[in-house]
């Protein structure tokens, strides 16, 4: 992987944290590096869902892919916050 795609993953994943985040009703108390991570991750593992539900190539903008992300971000910032607060 080179630098770039390095650094559109952290974009991506700050995006994607975001809108994550934004989904969920009231306050999160995670960082925004959680969120940053968080969001990488349902970014990779909801592309590969996308594709294995082969909707990750279509014309125009990848809505079903995006909105697998954003949910996928949505569940790991409650799991996250979930196993922060137990501490």
Not at 20 to 33: D, K, M, N, V
Not at 37 to 43: M, N
């Amino acid at each position: 992987m080179e630098i770039s795609g390095i650094f559109t993953a952290i974009v991506v994943g700050i995006v994607i944290g975001i809108l994550g985040r934004l989904a969920i009703p009231g306050r999160q108390r995670i960082g925004i590096l959680w969120t940053i991570l968080v969001g990488v991750l349902a970014a990779l593992v909801g592309t590969a869902v996308a594709g294995a539900f082969d909707v990750a190539d279509t014309k125009g903008v990848d809505w079903i892919e995006l909105a697998i992300q954003i949910g996928l971000a949505a569940v790991g910032v409650v799991g996250v916050e979930r196993l922060k607060g137990r501490r």
